[in-house]
């Protein structure tokens, strides 16, 4: 069993910079991929960046370029730092890891972008 523990959400300003920490805890063997995943009112929960074992990245196309995704396995911990917000990235962000083909999640960290 993983628990996956979010911080750093919030409030922040258009145009601005965010950074989101997940740490997880319990089982820390094999975890691979990490990353997260956010969702805004009424849509689907859509996928913003994921980093594999091996430091591979993948972003999804609504953040591509303004957004840095990173992690310190001696910590189980990764990192999503966000630039150039638009109120557009408003919505609840969740972490999320698989470790032996099982997916986690974190409870979700809610980022409000103010115009």
């Known amino acids: 069993q993983v628990q996956l523990t979010e911080s750093g959400g919030g409030l922040a300003q258009s145009g601005g910079s965010l950074r989101l920490s997940c740490a997880a805890s319990g089982s820390r063997f094999s975890i691979n991929p990490m990353g997260w995943y956010h969702q805004a009112p009424g849509k689907e929960r859509e996928m913003v960046a994921l980093?594999?074992?091996?430091?591979?990245?993948v972003y999804g196309d609504s953040v591509k370029g303004r957004c840095t995704i990173s992690r310190d396995d001696e910590k189980n911990t990764v990192y999503l730092r966000m630039d150039m917000l638009t109120t557009e990235d408003t919505a609840v962000y969740y972490c999320?890891?698989?470790?032996?083909?099982?997916?986690?999640w974190g409870q979700g960290t809610q980022v409000t972008v103010s115009s």
């Open positions: 999320y890891c698989v470790q032996f083909d099982t997916d986690y």
């Open positions: 980093i594999t074992n091996g430091g591979s990245t």
